[in-house]
């Protein structure tokens, strides 16, 4: 048999179909797939991706450069902006292409990419930008990279409710495949609904790699056909009232995203029962976790159908896709919802079972149990064990108690157990600067000087007690604390801004005789002067 070849740039080549990628390459490759589909259906589309670089999608803005020749060939534009919402702000400009004479495409597809944090400062953008809609041969997809352990940044982030509260539809992919299709209905989704669709990226995904499947037919879009697209349509304009938007965005175009994802089927049921009586409903790694939990506890499919469950696996997390909820939840007895750190999805779940007839709605449950007992941990990460050892609750409810799965659940707890716990010194590497990085030397400060971190580099001075750095403070507003410090009455220590960090000193400029002789001027930085 002859060997197939492959090279490095497969990942790229459109005419390779089955290719192995990292996450970021994927996200790399989703905007090329895009163009091919539209060159397909005699669309003259171009591509524009502009964003912020920030851990787990710190490598993706390097990909791109890595791949400029591939993006050229695709009449796709990179441009990564000064900061998060100016670079949302751009990608909104994208959408007004087709607005105003002299436009050469037919309309530009965008990509927006930030970490959580980003998110969060950029919520004024995204309100607008997804307020006034996007190009009907456009579309915009927002990454959103969530460290959800906290490994990387000054807080854990969950970026849903952010994304919903701009009533932004959002899909949490759970594999790369996942990456690409969600990535092809995210942007059909887009131009239907004249959304911005949010795009959960985590570290676990991003920075895994795998063999898939990259077809530019893989993915069927089905036009709705239960859903009547107002006069004027859904798309953006200009002049456009603000009232009108809030009108178009809150009835019709959530209305659209309802019977688009309905018919194109981002949620399904992925193993069913007759009868079910348990059912798992999970989004994203908690899916893959579940997967995991289930064959660690040993339970193969068909024992799995055995005991009456029933998995549902939901693509579109908000809003949950109403008409597949009540369908999966039809005829159980208890729902467990499976979802990393807030429950986001188990509330959307229990809003729409509510008012199903009392006698045939069962039970849901997910962070915490009919109790009120913690079940399912918000803060941290989920592990599979964590969550065999819900399922394993949830059966006993049910009336099965197996001796073979509590043995198996008490031998995956103590691997689990924290190895302090059992007597084993845990083994930790203190983190430091790589070899010749400037915060090195820059976080040494005076002999009786006190300085503050921020998030970066410089944040690892926190775990060197030499460079006397305490407290820190939320991305890009490291020196701002200072200021109140300096400014308290309760405060008699003055503190000089610097570009990375307030030093007290013994006398500063503020302390000087208001008159001073003209010739002469204190020193200061320049970050003193802006922000005197």
């Given at each position: 048999m002859a060997l197939m070849e492959v090279g490095l740039d497969d990942k790229y080549r459109l005419d390779a179909k089955r290719i192995f990628l990292s996450g970021t390459q994927a996200l790399v490759r989703l905007p090329m797939l895009q163009r091919e589909r539209d060159r397909a259906q005699g669309l003259n589309t171009a591509g524009f991706i502009s964003g912020y670089r920030g851990s787990p999608l710190g490598m993706y803005d390097h990909a791109l450069w890595r791949a400029k020749s591939f993006l050229k060939q695709h009449d796709i534009e990179f441009a990564p902006g000064l900061n998060e919402d100016l670079a949302a702000t751009a990608v909104w400009g994208s959408q007004?292409?087709?607005?105003?004479?002299?436009?050469?495409?037919?309309?530009?597809?965008?990509?927006?990419?930030?970490?959580?944090?980003?998110?969060?400062r950029s919520v004024d953008a995204l309100k607008h930008a997804n307020s006034a809609g996007t190009s009907p041969n456009g579309g915009v997809i927002a990454l959103a990279g969530d460290d959800h352990g906290c490994q990387s940044s000054t807080l854990a982030h969950q970026s849903e409710q952010v994304f919903a509260a701009a009533l932004m539809p959002v899909v949490n992919p759970a594999t790369l495949q996942d990456y690409l299709d969600l990535g092809i209905l995210g942007f059909a989704l887009s131009r239907y609904s004249s959304c911005w669709v949010g795009f959960k990226a985590i570290s676990e995904t991003v920075e895994s790699s795998a063999s898939i499947v990259s077809d530019p037919d893989r993915i069927k879009i089905i036009p709705p056909d239960d859903f009547e697209m107002p006069p004027g349509g859904l798309s953006i304009r200009w002049p456009d009232a603000p009232l009108d938007q809030e009108r178009r965005l809150h009835g019709p175009k959530m209305d659209a995203v309802a019977a688009f994802t309905r018919v194109n089927r981002f949620d399904r049921i992925v193993l069913d029962s007759k009868p079910a009586r348990l059912g798992i409903m999970a989004t994203g790694k908690a899916y893959l976790d579940l997967r995991q939990a289930l064959a660690d506890l040993g339970i193969s499919d068909a024992e799995a159908q055995a005991l009456g469950l029933r998995i549902y696996k939901v693509a579109l997390t908000w809003p949950l896709e109403q008409a597949g909820a009540r369908a999966f939840a039809e005829g159980l007895q208890d729902v467990l919802v499976v979802e990393e750190k807030r429950g986001f999805i188990e509330d959307q779940l229990?809003?729409?079972?509510?008012?199903?007839?009392?006698?045939?709605?069962?039970?849901?449950?997910?962070?915490?149990?009919?109790?009120?007992?913690?079940?399912?941990?918000?803060?941290?990460?989920?592990?599979?064990?964590?969550?065999?050892?819900?399922?394993?609750?949830?059966?006993?409810?049910?009336?099965?108690?197996?001796?073979?799965l509590e043995q198996r659940l008490a031998k995956l707890e103590a691997f689990d157990r924290p190895a302090d716990a059992i007597g084993v010194a845990k083994l930790q590497r203190t983190p430091y600067f790589c070899s010749g990085c400037p915060h090195n030397t820059s976080t040494k400060v005076p002999e009786g000087s006190r300085a503050m971190a921020g998030i970066g580099c410089h944040g690892m001075a926190l775990s060197v007690p030499s460079r006397r750095t305490a407290t820190i403070s939320h991305m890009g507003a490291r020196a701002s604390p200072g200021l109140g410090r300096r400014r308290s009455p309760a405060n008699s220590t003055c503190f000089r801004i610097s570009a990375t960090a307030p030093t007290p000193i013994r006398a500063c400029w503020r302390c000087a005789p208001r008159r001073r002789p003209a010739s002469t001027s204190p020193t200061r930085s320049s970050t003193t002067t802006r922000l005197r």
């Open positions: 007004q292409v087709g607005m105003f004479p002299g436009a050469k495409v037919d309309g530009v597809f965008g990509i927006w990419y930030g970490k959580g944090p980003g998110v969060d229990l809003k729409i079972l509510y008012n199903v007839d009392a006698s045939k709605r069962p039970s849901v449950v997910g962070k915490r149990d009919e109790t009120g007992a913690p079940l399912l941990p918000s803060e941290g990460e989920l592990t599979p064990t964590m969550v065999a050892a819900a399922v394993v609750a949830r059966l006993r409810k049910l009336g099965h108690r197996s001796p073979a």
